[in-house]
């Protein structure tokens, strides 16, 4: 074969169908569409307004958690302290401002600066220690989890919070982070539109900004990253405090919903955000994935999660539907995986 024929197949234009061989979150769309399909039949009131917006709800507040999540593991890590720094992070926002009697802001920017710490952590002893990211936020899960229920017992005397509701700052802070937003017959969350703009901002950061370039490097192999000249260190850290940023909007969300947070909550979110971007496209092995797919994959979790309520099944079942989703999208994402090189 000729240089010029080479050089004239490389400008060849690629195929649609070639292009979304090669899309990530491919599988995940056609589970989307199966879940979609099949609990419109199933569920009389699934297609109603009012349950679509509750399954939005559902799956934005997974799905603000499952974008840093997919960003981490494409970035070839995991981060099983992410559900409850989401309670962690909710927790110091309340406690420091009745505390303090100070304006509730005080106590969210307390909160921004404390779990980006945590983050910050987990990311630095993952880069100095060279331990898995499993035993480190591990680490870091157990001792969260212990601190949430101690500090809060030590300082309210109880397992929740105190009520925050009167003091100052509360309803603007209210606004930004749970308000609702009324169309007609349908009430939308406002963690919807976080979860939207988190979904772009970091589909942006993956797919036109260099970093975007080092996270994908990072995952697909940090010495040979490294050896081209990426910031793996940087990169890495940086991917944990996005995830520690994303926990700390997660957590202002749930205290000023409800105004008081149990000690207790969070435990076991963190395989809903694994999951949600395993199902999006995300392999477990890194270099891998995208954030659409993430919110493809929180998205079926909303509808499974919500549709077997509409239709009227044993709740109890939920956890094995989750199961067998995520197996079959991670074969169906292998599938096409192959399906997406040998068509190179």
């Known amino acids: 074969m000729s240089a010029a024929t080479a050089a004239d197949e490389r400008l060849a234009p690629t195929s649609v169908v070639r292009k979304l061989l090669g899309r990530p979150e491919l599988g995940a769309v056609v589970g989307a569409a199966a879940v979609f399909v099949f609990f419109s039949f199933a569920a009389d009131s699934f297609l109603r307004a009012s349950s679509l917006s509750t399954i939005l709800y559902s799956a934005s507040t997974i799905g603000i958690m499952a974008v840093p999540v997919a960003l981490l593991m494409i970035g070839g890590e995991f ?10 992070s909710a927790l110091f926002s309340s406690m420091f401002s009745y505390q303090m009697t100070a304006n509730v802001w005080v106590g969210v920017l307390v909160s921004l600066l404390v779990t980006l710490a945590i983050g910050f ?3 630095f002893m993952l880069t100095r220690t060279k331990l898995p990211s499993f035993i480190i936020t591990l680490g870091t899960f157990l001792m969260l989890t212990g601190l949430n229920l101690g500090f809060t017992k030590l300082i309210s005397g109880s397992v929740s919070t105190k009520t925050i ?23 939308l969350r406002v963690t919807i539109l976080w979860w939207l703009a988190l979904v772009a901002v970091a589909t942006w950061i993956l797919l036109r900004t260099r970093a ?17 000249g990426v910031p793996v260190v940087k990169t890495r850290i940086g991917l944990y405090m996005g995830v520690a940023l994303c926990a700390w909007i997660s957590g202002q969300h749930i205290l000023f919903s409800f105004d008081v947070v149990q000690s207790g909550e969070g ?22 994935g995208s954030a659409i797919g993430s919110a493809v994959g929180a998205f079926i979790f909303g509808m499974t999660s919500n549709g077997i ?33 040998a068509s190179k």
Do not use: H
Request: one cysteine or more; glycine letters at 12%; aromatic letters at 14%.
């Open 121 to 123: 952590f987990n990311g």
């Open 79 to 88: 981060d099983l302290s992410a559900g409850v720094m989401v309670t962690t």
């Open 309 to 341: 309520v509409y239709a009227q099944w044993n709740p109890d079942w939920f956890k094995f539907f989750l199961g067998a989703m995520l197996l079959l999208a991670t074969l169906l994402n292998a599938w096409v995986r192959k399906r997406a090189e």
């Open 165 to 187: 509701a009167d003091m100052e700052g509360f309803s603007s802070a209210r606004s930004l982070f749970a308000s609702q937003l009324t169309l007609g017959s349908v009430t």
């Open 267 to 288: 435990v076991g979110n963190e395989f809903l955000y694994i999951i949600a971007a395993v199902i999006g496209g995300c392999l477990m092995t890194g270099g891998y």
């Open 212 to 228: 975007g370039n080092w996270i994908f490097a990072v995952g697909g192999g940090a010495d040979a990253a490294r050896a081209v």
